[in-house]
């Protein structure tokens, strides 16, 4: 059997959805595809760099046959592989999770004499087996992938830096949890917080200085404290 493609045609990078007129930036890395299923009940438009290749590798351990390489028919309920053959099975299932997903099988009558067989499968007793995710997760994910190759996506997903760099030195310095009781409060002491923040980062600027120093774990700072 394939690796689990479930789990990694979900994922994705970077998430910017326009909740009313604000655009919000995803988190570093690959995050889970519940963000992808919030996002689009919301009605959000999203551009993510979504995680590597999914699907078999090949024999060789690369140039085999991935998802991608098959053309997915969501009201025919078929797959077609890159030899042209179409899949026998389509099945609605849930992965371990409780996910939606959905089970392509191709017949092993099918597979077995195919001549590309090396490149798209190690299994021995049945065919291709492809696991999908929902219509509308599938077809953002599959946009997702084709929007990586445009220029501007790039210069796009550069932005995530500042973000991830301005979120990371908020929570460092507190602002994960309130100080304080009642929603007044909270917010003066964020926007207290918020204004110091670019105090920081514009003598950072100014001066050179860089911002990612090296950070001590709770742990080390005990053990440089008994050493003392």
């Known amino acids: 059997m394939e690796p689990d493609e479930v789990e ?10 326009g909740f009313g007129q604000a655009a919000v930036a995803g988190a570093a890395g690959a995050v889970a595809g519940g963000l992808v299923d919030g996002a689009l009940d919301a009605g ?3 551009v993510a760099g979504v995680e590597g290749g999914t699907g078999f590798g090949g024999a060789g351990g690369s140039g085999g046959y991935t998802q991608q390489d098959f053309a997915i028919d ?4 078929q797959a077609t592989c890159p030899q042209g053959a179409l899949s026998s099975k389509w099945k609605p299932m849930r992965t371990r999770d409780g996910q939606q997903a959905i089970s392509v099988r191709f017949a092993t009558a099918t597979c077995r004499p195919c001549p590309a067989r090396d490149k798209c499968t190690t299994a021995t007793r049945t065919g291709r087996q492809l696991y ?15 929007a990586e190759a445009r220029t501007t996506f790039h210069t796009d ?10 979120m990371h030195q908020a929570t460092s310095h507190g602002a994960r949890r309130a100080r304080y009781r009642g929603l007044p409060k909270t917010r003066l002491d964020h926007a207290y917080m918020a ?19 090296q950070r001590t774990s ?7 404290s008994l050493t003392a």
């Open 157 to 166: 997903y550069t932005r995530r830096a500042g973000v991830e760099g301005t």
């Open 8 to 17: 990694r045609a979900g994922h994705v990078g970077v998430v910017e959805a």
């Open 74 to 77: 969501f009201d025919r309920q």
């Open 195 to 213: 204004s110091a923040l670019n105090l920081l980062r514009l003598h950072a600027f100014w001066t050179a200085t860089p911002l990612d120093r």
């Open 44 to 46: 959000a438009a999203g």
């Open 218 to 224: 709770h742990l080390a700072r005990l053990e440089l």
């Open 132 to 146: 999908l995710r929902p219509r509308e997760i599938h077809q953002a994910t599959t946009a997702a992938r084709a």
